[in-house]
Structure formats: C-alpha cells, structure tokens
C-alpha cells in the first residue's frame, strides 16, 4: 500500500483568494488533501501575478479519515476517476495550470477526472505536481492518454525537501516555459523531473 499520499482536500472552501475572473487569461486549477499542492498553485499563482483565477478541483464526496486514504490508495492504483463537483469553465483561458499530489505513480483521482473532462485539443495546458519522491514520467504520461492536449510544460515538486528559493526558482522557471507556449518536449519532461529530485536529495 502507498505512503500516506502527499496531499490534502480541505472540506468546502479554498483558503487561496480567487481574482477577477471577467479579465482573467489564466486558470490554476488544483486538488489538495493535505496543503501541499494548495501551496504550489498559491505560489504560481503569485508568479503569475495578475490575470489569474484559482480553482479548487472539488470531489462530490469527501475522504475524511482513515478510510478516506485507503480510497485514495485503490482509485489510484486502479485509475478509478470519481465524480467532481461543477467547477469553473476553463474553455476561454490562455493557460490552464492543473495539479495535484502523485498517488500510487499517478495523478490523484480527481485530477484525472478534472483532465478527462475538461482539458480539450485546443487547450494550452502545463501539469504540475507534488510527490514524495516517486518518479513523475508514468504520471505525466498517464494524463496525456486523459486528454488530446500536449502539455507545455510538466513540473513536479518532492514535498518539504527543497529550499525555498530553489523551490520558487523552479516554478518561476516552470511558469516561463507555460506561458511560451510551446508543447514540452520529452527531453524537457525527463529534466523537469530531474532536476527536482536532485535539487531535494
């Protein structure tokens, strides 16, 4: 069975402000069960600065206790996508930042559902996630079989094992290759990964 999965769902609401959507042209939608990943998309958000909306990737039904890592285990380790609550239309941004925590070498659940379902051909969309150390190369694959879209840019992050500055280095960095646009290569996946493991050993 897994490590307790890296990361949290909040019951309700999202502790990150949500900006001005009529003017936004980027959406960082993420799920969260422990903070880690709430975190992340708050620091992305920041890089971004202006024009962004937040969106908490909310499941039907919630995972509370012990019972609630034990689902979070299987429908990982079976790719079970659950059912989401209606969220925000992400048709009409420039850039869709999606993430979550790694579970069993994939994507949390939710955010495969939230892929499946949302990420179109058309839409320019860069992953980003949170692990405890799991190589992230299946997961990333795992959610462009989800989804026509090429990612611009794929990044992942090893929980509480960075130094801050790297930490916010990387992204800055992992934000600049989303908004160039270009489909990530998988040299630049393969890096991406890399780097964020050694930068945590």
Known sequence: ????????LSS????????????????VAYY????HTRDVAGEIASIIGTDVDIEEILEESDRPGALGWIRCAFEAMFRLRPALRAGRDVHGYDV?????????????????????????RETRVAYFATQEGAPTDAAWHDLEALSPARPVACHSIRNGAVPQAVRRAE????VARAQRGQPATADERATSASSSRHAHG
Request: charged letters at 20%; hydrophobic letters at 40%; aromatic letters at 8%.
């Open 1 to 8: 069975m897994a490590t307790s999965p890296a990361d949290d």
């Open 12 to 27: 309700g609401t999202s502790s990150l402000p949500s900006r001005a959507t009529s003017m936004a042209r980027t959406l």
């Open 32 to 35: 969260s069960r422990t903070g």
């Open 96 to 120: 869709v930042f999606v993430g979550g925590p790694i579970w069993m070498g994939r994507l949390a659940p939710a955010v495969r559902a939230f892929v499946e379902q949302h990420i179109g």
């Open 171 to 174: 992204l800055e960095r992992f």
